[in-house]
DNA sequence: TAGTGGTCTAGACCACATC
DNA sequence: ATGTGGTCTAGACCACTAG
């Protein structure tokens, strides 16, 4: 049997367990890759049902602790999160995961042209005439790992010419390789538990936190050149940034624009 | 009875609920604020037990599409999400949340003198000697609710004097009225699923997608004078960022430095 | 064929809110 | 006292993996 122990604030018992197994695990009672006792056993172990063991496993997936293998078993999951920088240069997904020393590649989900929404017109200054943009659906993989779907949509005039490098590469550095400048960019950062299609897309759990990194990238002009955004697994990934405060804005403030 | 519908893809009952529900209330049939059914009688509407009614539920909670209240029922949520910026100037939370129409306020948690630990040591750059920092934790307000808890370390020469203030207002603000410089900082944004003592700090459920927002802040001469993060529900916070590329480092990267 | 995780059911008991 | 959501149980059936 399990308590929740003296002097410990009252929780339920599923999050007892999910404890106790994370601290087994940290001991390296079990290490990295080792499979656990099954679902039925651990239930033995700590003299609980099927489902509260099943709850307690759920809340170490999301923390990214254990993987499950439907058929074969609940395996120790080690692993570090992929840094991405906010700073200068603008992210450039591919570089940042080479350095990091992991092999990068993309598969295109989709290309295709379409009528742009009200909500791309604005974001990309279109004019009415001119609607038509190209959408494009990637997954990125590191190592053969799907970590991050991406979602763009390019002015017609950018994408056309580069149909094909930009369905077998990193946008960004597409875009670089092709002299289209990258001067500046809107972003945002949020994060929302991943929903059953992309779950099914990241190879993740349903539920898994999701990163969402939106941009609206400038080139010369102030023209944008790309809208869209990196939809990636929270326990693959962290974006870091630098920041410099110049003195007279500190204190006033700024307006505070969404993106 | 209820199912997932012809030429959809394969998909869990209580995901297919999750996205019944979701249409109605975005069709209007259940408006902001209003009750919904209860578990038990949603159960019967959709033909099905009420775990799997649960489980429907828990999905659009972690949307936060609704909210439950023990005792009383599950009710539509309508919320904006409180946006704060990552440039110039540097995060003043209750800037932010004052020029979006909050009531901003914060709740001191904890407040007192601790041994560094080497992490801190490091970040801080302290000398061996003076390893005695100052650890705050406390909650941020919203309208009188909780969004995000912070944690914060301070070297002693910095937070000794300041003892009162910082537990009663913001950090960057409080230490900016004080002629405390903030010059820079090393920031990086992540995400995980709330603990359970975080889910009872933020009144959130369990694996509510948390947005972490660390940083170690430098005044004059790169001196450190906070380290810390922030630790916010993501179904209310947002991170913005006007992002700048210099032509010289858009060509070869730059080495991600973790934070 | 046997063992594993994935989904779902029916029902129990509890804590909380309301009358 | 009643109705609500929160937790847990015992057991069923399925899909996938492996020998």
Redesign the interface.
Known sequence: MVSSGPGI?K??LH?AISQKLKEQIDLGQYSVGEQLPSEFNLGELFGVSRTTVRRAI??LI??GIVVTQQGKGIFVSGRQ?I????????M?FD??LQ??GYASRVKSLSFQQINASTEIILKLQLSDRTSQVYRQEKIIYADDTPIALEIDCFPAAIASPLAEALQQGFTYSTL?DNNIA????????????AT??LS?HLAAP??????VFSYIVYGDNQQPVVCGKTLSR??W??????????EA???K???????
């Open positions: 604030q929780q339920p999050v759920a809340n999301k923390q999160k840094r991405f920088s906010l700073s200068n240069p603008l450039h570089q940042a350095q990091q670089s990258l001067k500046s960019a809107k972003v945002s950062l949020e994060s929302f538990p059953y299609e099914n349903l539920g898994l936190p999701i990163l929270s326990d990934t962290q974006y870091v940034s630098q920041i410099e405060t110049s804005m500190t204190k403030g700024l307006p505070i624009a969404s993106v």
